[in-house]
């Protein structure tokens, strides 16, 4: 099966992926905008501002051409003109420089370009930087009177603006990031739902249910999606039934010659002791073999019934120590020791008796097959389920191997070759089967005390008893226990 690489770009999820995408969206989206807009509002913020300075400068140059034309006193006429708050006026006259704030705001204060400018008759304006606040300066030449006005205007209250706005427009670029990570969020969750129905189907089908399918036509993008997926499920399942049905037919058709070959060898069995030593040794291979191709043919005929849906169970709730014991009882021969606690003796538990034994037998087989034999079997309660453990001395299982022995004719590595194993790999296949039908499980793990072996486990779920206790139970449990090789016959309800 060829496996792809997935690209380093895509190791992330999907869904996170997408929200990833609207996310980096918003934010380009939202630093456009906010460059755009601060630099909008710079531009018309400071252009009002130079606009309104230029104005008042013209006039006040004016003031300052007539003043000097009256008198030459330039205290007062500084002090006459109408400047706001923070604007510093710089009158040159000749070649005298004076201004209202000379300390601060005097000739070496204003840029030598802008004086340079003014002084060849342009009239100019300049931002510029005086001990770490912005200002701006305006120069109108007065050539009548051989002098220049130059008016300086602070630019610190309209950089507070513009910083206020930065805080502003920054703050909600980031809640428009967020709102855009949560908006992909929101719609990848949405535009998935349709991806999770495919996994819930494909889960579905992966667990039994072939007859899962999607709904088609609610939406045409989907069905592209949805059509060749029921496709698949629909040609898996007929593959299934026919594999199912080809199981089932071929081991049906198997029975007859297989029961007059087991007739025949019988006939040989009776008359074994008028027989050679070699034709004796014959007989025995022969004489196992047949067992080992019933057991097959009684384990395929069980598993084509699972897979074609026809096993049906009839359910009783049993004490589950009295069941365990006796068909542990019948099955080893009174040589296997059931252990549990005495608060084991009132729990109760719903399943099929004959099936359930059959289970037991599959395990117990197990044990004597590849592992010498059962030591013990333990029944122990864990919260609302009952484990039932089979424990062996054997060379225990895997860690590899321990959910690849549940499989169809997969017998590990203490399967044993043909000559000393007459198990088909079918046995523990049967036993997961059962327990699925039961809504339990098995599964296999190392001995809890140490030692050597392994320790195979089903967990059914506990029923609660009923109001009158233990008594009001039907737990007459079955004597006849089948064995590991009983024809499915025996089984059926």
Do not use: C
């Amino acid at each position: 099966m060829p496996l792809w690489r997935t690209p380093p770009h895509r190791r992330l999820g999907l869904r996170a992926r997408q929200t990833l995408t609207f996310a980096l969206g918003a934010a380009l989206l939202s630093a456009f905008l906010a460059v755009t807009t601060f630099g909008l509002t710079r531009e018309n913020l400071l252009q009002q501002r130079e606009d309104t300075a230029v104005s008042r400068a013209y006039v006040n140059a004016a003031t300052v051409r007539t003043g000097l034309s009256q008198s030459v006193n330039m205290g007062p006429l500084i002090g006459s003109l109408p400047t706001p708050d923070g604007a510093q006026p710089v009158i040159q006259y000749h070649s005298e420089w004076n201004a209202k704030n000379a300390a601060d705001f005097g000739k070496e204060t204003l840029p030598q370009s802008l004086r340079d400018e003014v002084a060849a008759g342009m009239p100019a304006r300049m931002r510029f930087q005086h001990n770490g606040q912005p200002y701006l300066a305006v120069g109108v030449p007065i050539p009548a009177a051989d002098a220049a006005y130059y008016e300086i205007v602070s630019l610190a209250e309209a950089q507070h603006t513009l910083e206020n706005l930065a805080i502003t427009l920054i703050g909600a670029s980031l809640l428009t990031i967020v709102a855009g990570g949560l908006l992909g969020w929101w719609a990848s969750r949405r535009g998935l739902a349709p991806l999770l129905d495919v996994g819930t189907a494909a889960e579905a089908i992966a667990g039994g249910r072939l007859d899962t399918r999607l709904t088609v036509g609610d939406d045409p993008d989907l069905d592209v999606l949805a059509v060749p997926f029921n496709h698949m499920a629909q040609a898996l399942e007929d593959r299934v039934d026919r594999d199912a049905r080809f199981a089932s037919d071929v081991s049906h058709e198997l029975r007859s010659p297989l029961m007059t070959l087991a007739a025949s060898v019988e006939v040989l069995e009776n008359s074994r002791d008028e027989m050679p030593d070699r034709a004796q040794t014959a007989l025995d291979l022969l004489s196992a073999d047949v067992d080992r191709f019933q057991q097959l043919v009684e384990d395929l005929l069980e598993i084509s019934r699972f897979d074609v849906g026809a096993i049906k169970l009839h359910l009783e709730e049993v004490l589950v120590a009295e069941m365990v014991s006796q068909a542990v009882s019948v099955l080893g021969g009174g040589r296997v020791p059931v252990r549990f606690d005495d608060e084991i003796s009132t729990v109760v538990v719903r399943v099929d008796k004959r099936r359930f034994a059959r289970v037991l037998a599959n395990l117990l087989d197990n044990a004597d097959k590849h592992a010498g034999g059962p030591t013990a079997v333990k029944i122990e309660l864990l919260d609302e389920v009952v484990q039932i453990a089979v424990e062996d001395n054997g060379n225990g299982v895997a860690e590899a191997e321990r959910e690849v022995i549940f499989d169809r004719f997969s017998r590990g590595s203490e399967g044993g070759n043909r000559a000393s194993d007459s198990g088909v790999g079918l046995g523990l296949a049967l036993v997961d089967e059962h327990m699925r039908l039961h809504g339990g499980r098995v599964w296999v793990e190392d001995r809890r005390d140490g030692e050597s072996g392994a320790r195979f486990v089903v967990e059914l779920p506990v029923v609660p008893l009923p109001p009158g206790g233990a008594d009001d139970l039907d737990d007459e449990i079955s004597h006849e226990t089948p064995d590991s090789t009983m024809p499915e016959e025996s089984l059926a309800p």
